[in-house]
């Protein structure tokens, strides 16, 4: 089975700046937040919060939601690269489902 690798959702804000020819200090002061904090969120160190989701939402017309489900998909692909289940033992009642 292939692995699937989401990328970091900052990659979108990159791809604004760019896009638009706005600097990420512009569009941190229309967002009303620190150039630092974005510079952070844009290059994937940080993760998008709730806030900066609707902040998002506000600014770029990307619905917080979508901003939100970005983040858990790539947080969720880190954790299956890093958590070791290998000694987990399934219940016998378990149910687990999975979408491809």
Do not use: C
């Amino acid at each position: 089975m292939a692995m699937f690798n989401p990328p970091h959702p900052g990659g979108l804000i990159t791809e604004y700046l760019d896009d638009y020819k706005i600097t990420l200090r512009s569009l941190a002061r229309d967002l009303g937040i620190s150039p630092s904090a974005l510079s952070k969120v844009a290059a994937g160190k940080t993760a998008i919060t709730p806030e900066m989701a609707v902040r998002l939402e506000a600014g770029l017309g990307i619905a917080a939601r979508l901003w939100l489900a970005m983040q858990a998909t790539y947080d969720l692909s880190k954790a299956r690269e890093a958590v070791d289940i290998s000694h987990v033992v399934p219940s016998p009642h378990s149910q687990t489902t999975q979408i491809h």
